[in-house]
């Protein structure tokens, strides 16, 4: 998470010394960002009664909480596409000296740790379903919620950031 975070504050670090050159173009966020942002944030809560109801050794809550929190993730990325076809739809593209280009690197990017995260989830809940599980060992649970919950707030920093700048 740490390299992530040093990954993502040299996006932002560039992102501000090149908004004050003087041929750049700023762009409107797209609403959908704000859309997705609400399934990010329900998906933070599923993910974190999943791994409660893990601890409480009540599989048949943990796995659909955990398939929830997939869905709600997958929610985010198939929005944040949308977004990112809104944006080229408006004209904003790679091209010119403007916000465009770090909007699709940073939210890409964003996206990308995103559906890394659904992976995990998918895996967790084959295991769930299919895996015999005599001991209950919640610290792989606990450490997707952490990574779930990072990429969360790694995602209202950036929409704040890019709403702001």
């Known amino acids: 998470m740490a390299s992530i975070i040093m990954m993502f504050a040299g996006l932002t670090s560039a992102y501000i010394v090149k908004s004050n050159t003087p041929n750049w173009e700023t762009i409107d966020t797209p609403q959908l960002f704000i859309y997705s942002t609400l399934c990010l944030l329900a998906s933070s809560l599923t993910v974190q009664l999943a791994l409660r109801a893990f601890k409480q050794r009540d599989m048949g809550r943990y796995r659909a909480l955990l398939i929830t929190t997939a869905v709600l993730g997958l929610a985010f990325v198939v929005l944040q596409y949308f977004g990112f076809r809104w944006m080229w739809a408006h ?4 091209k010119g000296a403007g916000q465009g280009q770090f909007l699709y690197v940073i ?4 996206a990308l740790h995103v559906i890394g995260g659904i992976v995990a989830l998918v ?3 084959i295991q769930a379903y299919f895996g015999s599980r005599r001991n209950y060992n919640s610290i792989p649970v606990e450490v997707a919620a952490t990574y779930w919950h990072f990429v969360d707030a ?12």
């Open 107 to 110: 939210v890409g990017l964003h």
């Open 91 to 94: 004209g904003v593209s790679f």
């Open 123 to 125: 895996i967790m809940g």
């Open 154 to 165: 790694l995602w209202l920093y950036l929409l704040v950031f890019l709403v702001l700048m």
